[in-house]
């Protein structure tokens, strides 16, 4: 894919490695890489540990904003009373490692666990492509937010209902998105047809800056 940052109007759509010459990008659910104890995140709501759900390396398919790797976790303690689909309440965690460790560490025993799908991207779709076929060649919007609505990294939210982008707190204007994730390829828990998504804060350089958050279907 070579070495050139991805564009802002760019998504790459994820799916299952099928082939030894796929080109792995990262993997939904399984037991982290790299992930020693202590740095499990636990739900600020309930204490508990939560449950891995994706793990996505830096490529030319995203940009970590200088990180190498980012994982997503949510907290499956107590069935969504702790508001896991809140990018702000402490109830899910993306994790922002600045170094790629593919060793495997003890973590929590209770936790639940997704089965492993390692993941590749088929080639890039130029979304602003998308849109100006919407303005200049009258394609309907559903359709084409439809084509759209799948696993990727990079490009725009397809909202299931209002659009939530996070606000940085710098008040610099909205986060960029990473992922956005179904639950076609894995059937995470955010029910039905629901949809999560990956956010990060372009003006926060800290390990902090990333923000999920879920709509139900």
């Not at 949510?74 to 702000?88: L, V």
Request: aromatic share 8%; hydrophobic share 35%.
């Amino acid at each position: 894919m070579g070495d050139m940052k991805p564009s802002a109007w760019l998504s790459y759509r994820l799916r299952k490695a099928t082939q030894e010459s796929d080109s792995i990008v990262g993997a939904y659910g399984g037991h982290p890489r790299g992930i020693r104890s202590h740095q499990w995140p636990r739900c600020r709501v309930c204490g508990s540990p939560m449950c891995h759900m994706a793990q996505i390396d830096a490529g030319p398919w995203i940009d970590l904003h200088g990180f190498a790797r980012m994982s997503v976790f949510i907290c499956h303690a107590t069935g969504g009373r702790c508001e896991d689909w809140d990018p702000w309440k402490g109830a899910n965690k993306v994790l922002l490692q600045r170094v790629r460790d593919d060793n495997l560490y003890d973590g929590p025993p209770t936790v639940r666990v997704y089965r492993r799908v390692k993941l590749t991207v088929d080639p890039a779709i130029d979304e602003a492509a998308v849109m100006r076929d919407v303005r200049e060649r009258g394609v309907p919007l559903k359709s084409a937010l439809q084509g759209l609505k799948h696993d990727k990294l990079g490009g725009g939210a397809v909202w299931l209902h209002n659009d939530d982008t996070p606000q940085s707190p710098s008040g610099q204007g909205p986060m960029r998105m990473l992922l956005q994730m179904t639950t076609d390829v894995v059937t995470f828990d955010i029910t039905r047809g629901g949809m999560a998504w990956v956010f990060i804060d372009p003006w926060d350089p800290s390990e902090d800056a990333g923000r999920l958050l879920w709509q139900g279907g």
